[in-house]
């Protein structure tokens, strides 16, 4: 299973792989955030069902990166610091738009009442 987080990447084998497209831009202005429950099922699924997934934007250290913490955040209940070391540790040139940064911090207060 693949998920795409970009405009501009098509998919490339879309009779191999089940895919979810998430298709936005990286920019301050861009609201990520609305995509993470559906982008969460997705990945939860596919892992339940024995899958693996890869989750991939144009460069890989905004956009999927995002999703990926906020999968870790929500299914994985890890506090936003955990997940993005965790994250960072497996991928160390992640770096998420500020903005992207604030909305997985007001997820985290969502999740966990406290940021």
């Known amino acids: 299973m693949e998920e795409d987080i970009t405009r501009d990447i098509p998919n490339a084998s879309p009779s191999r792989f089940e ?7 990286d920019d301050e202005a861009t609201d990520l955030k609305r995509h993470f429950r559906r982008s969460n099922d997705f990945v939860r699924n596919a ?23 906020a999968y870790l955040m929500q299914c994985e209940g890890m506090r936003l610091r955990d997940a993005f070391s965790l994250v960072e540790s497996r991928r160390s040139i992640i770096r998420p738009n ?10 985290e207060v969502t999740l966990f009442k406290i940021s």
């Open 19 to 25: 895919y979810i497209n998430v298709s936005v831009n």
């Open 47 to 69: 892992i339940r069902k024995g899958g693996c997934v890869m989750i991939h934007c144009r460069a890989g250290v905004s956009r999927s990166v995002t999703l990926c913490i």
């Open 98 to 107: 500020n903005s992207f940064l604030m909305q997985l911090a007001k997820y």
